[in-house]
């Protein structure tokens, strides 16, 4: 079973070369998909000297977000199952070893990593529990961790989902979506250290998410 790791990557170049190199050393069969996000610190070249066998690149020529370039990634991903790596060292791709057992076992087909988020500031630690709550008590659902990176699945229900959130919000809209069309999500304990330097995620953030979690509250999976 193929894993496609799809990595956004928007102005990393102090941690790219390490993230490429701390996934592609995963024990799976997988290919990276590598989207420049149209950064302006020098990674665009630093990522193409990393394409090879297993390492596509791919470019956006205006700064477009984290979701579209998980759309784009999706359209060049070819495994069976695909997830999403950020490309600052918070999370640690060892861990996909672990997560897709239980796809590869026929055990589930969307499995989310959850963190401790005692590293995190107290400001994000709250934020990323109150959307956890909320959407728990949007969806009737039981998760933990409903922002996590790690959400790893089946390609062909990753491609179902018809993503259209553009940036951070696409986080909400991928589980509003996997839960109203009612897909079990498997969870599992995941490393996590959080970054406070060349962070890109804020506290201001949760709005579009929240705006997202109502949005997507009636969608229904398209026929």
């Known amino acids: 079973m193929r894993l496609s790791i799809l990595m956004p990557v928007y102005n990393e170049a102090p941690t790219i070369v390490a993230a490429v190199a701390r996934t592609r ?3 799976l069969d997988h290919e990276i998909v590598l989207i420049n996000d149209a950064s302006s610190d020098g990674t665009r070249a630093i990522v193409d000297g990393l394409a090879a066998a297993g390492v596509t690149v791919l470019h956006h020529p205006e700064n477009r977000g984290k979701g579209a370039a998980i759309r784009t990634g999706l359209c060049a991903a070819s495994g069976e199952v695909v997830v999403i ?5 918070e999370y640690d791709p060892a861990d996909f070893v672990r997560l897709i057992a239980p796809i590869a076992e026929g055990r589930a087909a969307v499995v989310y990593g959850v963190r401790s988020l005692h590293s995190q500031q107290l400001h994000m630690r709250v ?5 956890t709550g909320l959407t728990n008590v949007m969806y009737g659902a039981r998760l933990q961790d409903m922002e996590t990176c790690y959400k790893m699945m089946r390609r062909d229900i990753a491609v179902s989902l018809d993503l259209e959130c553009r940036r951070f919000d696409v986080e909400a809209e991928i589980t509003a979506k996997l839960l109203r069309a009612r ?3 498997h969870q599992m304990p995941i490393s996590y250290t959080a970054r406070h330097e060349n962070k890109k995620l804020s506290p201001l953030d949760g709005w579009p998410a929240l705006r997202a979690l109502w949005r997507y509250r009636r969608w229904n999976k398209p026929v």
């Open 183 to 185: 897909h079990a999500i």
């Open 127 to 131: 934020g990323n529990k109150f959307l």
């Open 25 to 27: 050393a995963v024990p």
């Open 85 to 89: 790596q950020d490309a600052d060292l």
